[in-house]
């Protein structure tokens, strides 16, 4: 991607005042950024394609562990961040889960998955 864009863009703002770089800023715009995380969300809660070929996560040990919160961002902590997740996003996810009823496992799961993986320290490659 570097190839056709300027190694040396600076994107206006905190980026280009703290010195920093941002080539991939060249083509990422509100309407970009918006659409790939309303794509993400479509993903996890209603897979891709269509009726009979149609591609889901299997999202049930997530499921099960929706009933305690803090075990279910354990997980997820492992398998998406390496346990790497601060505190200050586990706390943001843990308090959005918790205010979902328990009686709605599926939702609980998704939407602790649906958040992390749309969450600048899952998007920011380190």
Not at 37 to 42: E, V
Not at 45 to 66: A, F, K, P, T, W
Not at 79 to 99: D, H, K, N, W, Y
Request: glycine share 6%.
């Amino acid at each position: 991607m570097f190839n056709f864009f300027s190694p040396n863009y600076r994107h206006p703002g905190a980026l280009a005042a703290a010195g920093l770089v941002a080539p991939e800023f060249q083509i990422t715009t509100e309407t970009t950024a918006v659409s790939a995380a309303n794509t993400i969300r479509n993903l996890i809660y209603y897979g891709y394609g269509s009726n009979q070929d149609r591609i889901l996560l299997d999202l049930s040990v997530e499921q099960q562990m929706s009933l305690t919160p803090g075990a279910l961002l354990d997980r997820l902590d492992t398998l998406l961040f390496g346990g790497t997740m601060s505190p200050e996003l586990r706390q943001i996810v843990f308090e959005a889960v918790s205010q979902v009823s328990a009686s709605r496992p599926l939702y609980r799961a998704q939407l602790a998955v649906m958040l992390l993986v749309n969450s600048p320290e899952w998007l920011v490659q380190k």
